[in-house]
């Protein structure tokens, strides 16, 4: 089985100079963990809710909020980028993914097209509920 056939299609991007207000937005919206960061249709880096967490600060909508809390919203997407990228290309296998989860600490992987342009994500969820899937149309 390849990746394109269980990826997640819908890719979500944001540029290097958007700020993190604009990545907390989005993930304050969507129900994913990960945002691609693409520059001139290419991919640049990967952005986790995890990566915000720590960039931003923990006071941010409390009562002891400062302007110095609410000035890490502006720092930019470049600044709390992963740049060390793990993708595969659509055609890969679903053993490719497992074995780059396994042996990197990443819990996403881009899926590129042959120029960079990211086409999906994977996520080990995604292998694991078309598991879950197949094992449930088998014993029906």
Known sequence: ???S???SKSVVSVSMDDTLKVVKDIFEKASFHHLLVVESNKLCGVISD???LKAISHNLGTA???TKDIATLNKRAHQIIS???IT???TAGVYDAISLFNNHKI???PIVNEAGK???LLSWRDIFKTIENRKNNKTN
């Open 1 to 3: 089985m390849q990746v």
């Open 5 to 7: 056939e269980i990826m």
């Open 50 to 52: 995890r990566d915000l």
């Open 64 to 66: 002891s909020e400062t």
């Open 83 to 85: 740049r060390q990228l």
């Open 88 to 90: 595969l290309p659509p």
């Open 107 to 109: 819990s996403c992987i």
């Open 118 to 120: 990211p086409v999906g």
